[in-house]
């Protein structure tokens, strides 16, 4: 099993800290969320795992290894940082094949990869033909030549229409589903909501949030109800009695855990208490990004 271990990650350029003393781990058999605005540090965090910038100070090693000291890097890491860096006078098929030659990769992986990404009908076509949703896969086709158990990719989704983003993500999942630890970045909660089973934010630099995603959601409110009725404190003490906890919400409604929906529901008709409203909640998971991260964007927009 191969985890990925961040210990104190610091890089400045100039006077400026981008990263700041940043500690987390990306563990196998899930996909990681490393979330944060636009210019957090994420894609600088991702060149210091493998080995494209210099640490200012810490260390991030893979499986116990620092990247330069990985013999067949590949075999242990597959990374995509940047889509657009395909050759495009080369077919796709070439492309794969040069990097698994240079790589000392067998010649089969380059099938098996094209296979895997859908990419199979196209692999004889110039990669600079290929809309940005293909170019993404051949790029992930990329990162699988030497089956690597550790995976990192930034934004991988940008600019890709619905069906892409789809595709990616249940790709993300299926590596995560084999037991790889797959590390994905984006400055967008709502995409990571469905993609990660963890996630890390920063903002600044700075490691801001290192959850589960569920606990994320529960913490959220996801799993309450909210219940409205013209006798909110009768109410609550039959669902109390329940063995449900109720606080008060916005505008005499009751917010209730412990109890699905169906069972309030129930006990309503049971005691004869006309209810106005019983909705299940989800949690809003951009506005706890957006209150986690209030501190650090960079750019407010200003009311001129
Ligand atoms: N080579 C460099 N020299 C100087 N400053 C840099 C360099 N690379 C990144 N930075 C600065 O470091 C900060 C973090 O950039 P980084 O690209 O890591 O952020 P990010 O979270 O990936 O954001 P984005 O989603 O916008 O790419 C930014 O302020 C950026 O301008």
């Given at each position: 099993m191969t985890t990925i271990e961040v210990r104190g990650l610091t890089k400045r350029y100039g006077s400026e800290v981008v990263v700041d003393d940043l500690s987390f781990s990306v563990e196998p058999g899930q996909v990681t969320g490393f979330l944060g605005p636009n210019g957090a540090g994420k894609s600088t965090t991702m060149k210091m795992i493998i080995g494209l910038a210099a640490p200012t100070r810490g260390s991030v090693t893979i499986g116990g290894r620092r990247y330069r000291e990985l013999p067949v890097p590949l075999t242990e890491v597959g990374?995509?940082?940047?889509?657009?860096?395909?050759?495009?006078?080369?077919?796709?098929?070439?492309?794969?094949?040069?990097?698994?030659?240079?790589?000392?990769?067998?010649?089969?992986r380059v099938d098996e990869v094209l296979v895997r990404t859908g990419l199979e009908g196209v692999a004889r076509k110039r990669a600079g033909g290929f809309s940005l949703g293909m170019r993404q896969r051949l790029g992930i086709a990329a990162t699988l030549l030497g089956d690597p158990r550790v995976l990192i990719f930034d934004e991988p989704v940008n600019g890709l229409d619905p069906e892409g983003i789809r595709w990616i993500r249940?790709?993300?999942?299926?590596?995560?589903?084999?037991?790889?630890?797959?590390?994905?970045?984006?400055?967008?909660?709502?995409e990571m909501a469905q993609t990660a089973d963890h996630l890390v934010v920063i903002g600044r630099g700075r490691l801001i949030a290192d959850m589960g995603m569920a606990e994320l959601m529960h913490a959220n409110g996801d799993g309450t109800v909210l219940v409205r009725t013209a006798d909110p404190g009768g109410f609550a003490r039959h669902?109390?009695?329940?063995?449900?906890?109720?606080?008060?919400?916005?505008?005499?409604?009751?917010?209730?855990?412990?109890?699905?929906?169906?069972?309030?529901?129930?006990?309503?008709a049971y005691h004869g208490v006309p209810l106005s409203e019983l909705t299940p909640q989800r949690a809003s998971l951009e506005e706890a990004f957006m209150e986690l991260t209030k501190d650090s964007i960079e750019y407010q927009g200003a009311t001129v």
């Open positions: 990374a995509l940082l940047d889509a657009g860096a395909v050759h495009g006078a080369r077919t796709a098929y070439d492309h794969l094949l040069a990097l698994a030659v240079s790589n000392g990769l067998p010649r089969r249940d790709f993300m999942r299926s590596l995560a589903a084999e037991g790889r630890a797959v590390l994905v970045s984006s400055h967008l909660m709502s669902l109390t009695a329940a063995g449900g906890t109720v606080r008060d919400g916005l505008q005499s409604a009751l917010v209730v855990s412990g109890l699905s929906s169906s069972e309030i529901g129930k006990l309503a």
